[in-house]
């Protein structure tokens, strides 16, 4: 069984740069026809697809976000990571990591809350 579990601070100040790991157990993240995902959800909003890192190592944004927006992996470890630049308070969110493919997206963490303030 897949598993999927995210890390990183919860609470990060405006201007600074979050960093979240997703770290991968059941399944390799380099095996074929998969991509690893980000998704968040600010409070009281729906869910918003961040980035995908597909098996091969590209990667895929969201426009709106791409700018400020890195997805990288170690596959050493078993893991991928999200930076997200210049974080805002807007940026405050449930964050969580995904596994799919095909924009279907079957395994979840279970979700990390960030808070950005100062």
């Known amino acids: 069984q897949v598993r999927l579990q995210e890390s990183g601070p919860g609470l990060v100040k405006p201007s600074q740069t979050l960093s979240l790991t997703c770290t991968v157990s059941g399944e390799s993240i380099t095996t074929n026809n998969n991509a690893w995902s980000w998704f968040r959800q600010p409070p009281g909003k729906g869910l918003e697809w961040m980035a995908d890192i597909h098996y091969s190592g590209n990667t895929f944004y969201n426009p709106s976000l791409k700018s400020r927006t890195d997805l990288s992996r170690d596959t050493s470890k078993n893991q991928f990571t999200l930076q997200l630049r210049s974080v805002t308070p807007e940026d405050t969110a449930v964050y969580y990591c995904?596994?799919?493919?095909?924009?279907?997206?079957?395994?979840w963490g279970q979700g990390t809350q960030v808070t950005v303030s100062s």
């Open positions: 995904a596994k799919g493919w095909n924009w279907s997206y079957n395994y």
